[in-house]
């Protein structure tokens, strides 16, 4: 197996720069998601990866080969593509040994016609596709031709395919987004017990923050060919690196409140107009330099709780907002709240054990030990 290392990688389409001199390792047996918004460049790394795109700049490492002029076919990769790619005509076993069937080596013959063979014997593409059938479940479609499949099932022939060939890296662009909601939380799951197995290499491209939060060992936040912050998925989510990383993961989308600090002579307090909140004791010195100074205050929907309720934060003066309930959205074990206080609107997720109706004013308590503050202006996490 092996590890990809990108060095100032950069791809630009005419005057539209896609990938922006990226720089990224991906360790080897690493699960590596890349996620962004539609346009955010990670789609055309996968695909300079795979050689399906030519290099603008930069270095593509695979294992301890470089591999910008080296032929797709050649880079030991195999890529699961969104819209299956499988030969219609085909049944279940002859797409998935497609590949190896057509692969050949050079037999060095001074003969043109001698001068190639197949690099695989018949036996050890039976091998590669009755274990891979088997890993997938697939060993009774074998016969069936993709029309008689399911999605999930055409999807698993995808894997398949790019199991049997035995790469030292996986490439997958967004497998899962052509699924139902239900069918894609299965697959999902199946993905993640697939790499433990295999342990092979993989580099996962989505738009879908849960599949990057739920699959990756490491995520690559990505935003106008940049990458934003990587880090594993709990530490991107307890402590993004800016405002766009911030917004991105977690669902709802944190609240975000244009703010002043204030020091009061008893602390400092988040000043959002119509509210104050007190900064957390442990983070009076970050915030410190932007006392009567512009800053963004976030707090995520999941850290507003009901006052009425037993919760995990204690009560008190400096937590507690007094605040319009606007909009009440049930969820079953949980009700999305929308809640006004003058001109802002802020998202809770709250316990459907909660009382509050429509139209009411209830007291919310804000968990200020995971709330966030960011620079208006650079954008970047204050703490």
Do not use: K, T, Y
């Given at each position: 197996m092996s590890g990809v290392i990108l060095k100032n990688l950069t791809k630009s389409f005419n005057k539209v720069t896609a990938v922006n001199d990226l720089n990224l390792e991906i360790r080897d047996k690493e699960f590596m998601v890349l996620v962004g918004p539609s346009g955010c460049g990670k789609t055309s790394t996968l695909r300079m990866i795979a050689g399906l795109e030519e290099t603008t700049g930069g270095e593509i490492w695979i294992g301890d080969k470089l591999v910008n002029d080296v032929s797709p076919a050649d880079r030991d990769i195999a890529m699961v593509f969104q819209n299956y790619a499988l030969y219609p005509h085909m049944s279940v076993y002859d797409n998935m040994c497609f590949g190896l069937r057509n692969r050949k080596v050079s037999t060095k013959s001074s003969i043109p016609i001698l001068n190639k063979r197949r690099a695989f014997t018949n036996q050890?593409?039976?091998?590669?596709?009755q274990e891979a059938a088997e890993i997938l479940g697939l060993k009774t479609l074998l016969q069936r031709k993709p029309k008689e499949l399911s999605g999930g099932q055409r999807q698993r022939v995808a894997l398949g395919r790019a199991i049997t060939r035995e790469p030292q890296v996986f490439l997958m662009d967004e497998p899962l987004s052509n699924l139902d909601a239900k069918l894609r939380v299965q697959t999902r799951?199946?993905?993640i017990k697939l790499h433990r197995r295999l342990g092979i290499t993989t580099v996962y491209v989505t738009h879908d923050q849960v599949e990057a939060m739920t699959m990756g060992d490491r995520?690559?936040?990505?935003n106008n060919g940049l990458i934003q912050q990587c880090d594993t998925p709990l530490n991107l989510y307890h402590n993004p690196a800016?405002?766009?990383v911030a917004g991105f993961i977690g669902s709802p989308a944190m609240n975000f409140v244009q703010s002043t600090i204030v020091d009061t002579g008893d602390g400092l307090m988040v000043d959002a107009g119509s509210f104050k909140v007190a900064v957390p004791q442990n983070r009076v010195d970050l915030a410190r330099p932007y006392i009567d100074k512009k800053c963004v205050f976030g707090i995520r929907?999941?850290?507003i709780y009901d006052a009425k309720l037993p919760g995990l934060v204690d009560p008190v003066p400096a937590n507690t907002v007094t605040i319009d309930v606007d909009?009440?959205?049930?969820?079953?074990?949980?009700?999305?709240?929308h809640l006004k206080s003058g001109d802002l609107v802020l998202i809770a997720m709250i316990d459907s054990a909660s009382k509050a109706q429509s139209g009411d004013k209830a007291d919310m308590l804000f968990d200020m030990e995971k709330s966030h503050l960011f620079?208006?202006?650079s954008e970047r996490a204050i703490y």
């Open positions: 050890e593409i039976d091998r590669r596709v799951a199946e993905l995520i690559a936040v990505m800016n405002l766009f929907p999941e850290d909009v009440i959205e049930p969820l079953g074990s949980h009700v999305e709240m620079d208006p202006v």
